[in-house]
């Protein structure tokens, strides 16, 4: 099963920007679509964005579209999520999450089932 690794994550303050990373050590990244998915305390997983394999399909969640940006390089075999413009409310744990078998395109949120151990986002002043 392929194994995510999120990096990136830290505190920052409200209006700032982070950009998390999503690698897989000895996995073929660029087989899959993958997406960010974000949990708050006491709140369900959200998803947030998802890329093809190929790169030039991406799809966003209203909460974050025009704000987050989603890209991959597949000669590095990573995914980034570029925030910007962040609010205490994108405060949560951020999580990169595959299919569980090669999938190009992206699937619904619920067809996501390997994921990363995520990485904390606080934004706070």
């Known amino acids: 099963q392929l194994r995510l690794v999120e990096s990136g994550g830290g505190l920052v303050q409200p209006g700032g920007s982070l950009r998390l990373s999503c690698a897989a050590p000895g996995f073929r990244l660029y087989d899959y679509a993958i997406a960010w998915f974000r949990q708050a305390p006491g709140k369900e997983r959200e998803g947030l964005t998802c890329i093809n394999s190929s790169g030039d399909r991406t799809n966003y969640a209203d909460s974050v579209k025009g704000r987050f940006t989603v890209s991959r390089d597949n000669a590095k075999n990573t995914v980034y999520l570029q925030m910007d413009s962040l609010t205490p409310e994108d405060t949560a744990v951020y999580y990169c999450?595959?299919?569980?078998?090669?999938?190009?395109?992206?699937?619904?949120?619920?067809?996501?089932?390997?994921w990363g151990r995520g990485t904390q986002v606080t934004v706070s002043s």
């Open positions: 999450a595959a299919p569980p078998v090669v999938e190009r395109l992206c699937p619904a949120w619920a067809d996501f089932g390997s």
